[in-house]
């Protein structure tokens, strides 16, 4: 596990997390997949299948948009929230694929912070099937979290809870890493 002040990269089960909020890299109709998304839905029950149903659509199966994110309760697992946010599919990186990332996190922040959230978990989001290359995915997600909690006092904790220790990049971007 490496740390800064308010900032931490560990290895482990984001559904194990005891903080406020998770984050599931979940996919833009919200309703359960592959990877962590599936782990998530698993592990909060079912109960968390019909909340993300119950969410809006803003257009036909789309509940939440790439680089936006959306709340629901946690039910099941030891966190009080999950934040569903949707990254990129890694094309070329060139089609803006890092400004939509850097939204995911920063508007995963914003939500946590409206609902008052002081702890959150992250999981390497886009880095799976949508394919982001992770020195770049984790180089985003850690320089838009410095510069959310430089100018903000919510959250106070950020964890990045790597999958495995093959997201080392996530390490590597800690400052003085």
Not at 78 to 83: E, K, L, R, Y
Not at 122 to 141: D, H, L, N, Q, R
Request: glycine share 10%.
């Amino acid at each position: 596990m490496e740390t800064t002040d308010r900032l931490t990269v560990c290895v482990g089960d984001i559904t194990a997390m005891e903080v406020d909020a998770i984050v599931n890299a979940a996919n833009e109709w919200m309703l359960g997949g592959g990877g962590v998304d599936g782990a998530i839905h698993r592990a909060a029950g079912s109960d968390l299948y019909d909340a993300c149903l119950a969410v809006a659509e803003v257009r036909p199966g789309v509940r939440c948009p790439t680089g936006e994110a959306r709340i629901t309760p946690g039910f099941d697992l030891p966190a009080q929230h999950v934040i569903h946010t949707v990254g990129p599919v890694y094309t070329s990186g060139n089609a803006g694929e890092a400004d939509l990332l850097a939204a995911a996190y920063r508007n995963s922040l914003a939500l946590a912070a409206e609902h008052g959230c002081r702890s959150i978990a992250f999981p390497c989001i886009s880095t799976g099937v949508y394919g982001y290359p992770k020195p770049e995915a984790a180089a985003i997600a850690i320089e838009i979290t410095q510069q959310w909690l430089e100018q903000n006092d919510t959250p106070q904790r950020v964890i990045f809870c790597c999958f495995s220790d093959e997201d080392a990049a996530y390490y590597d971007a800690l400052p003085g890493a």
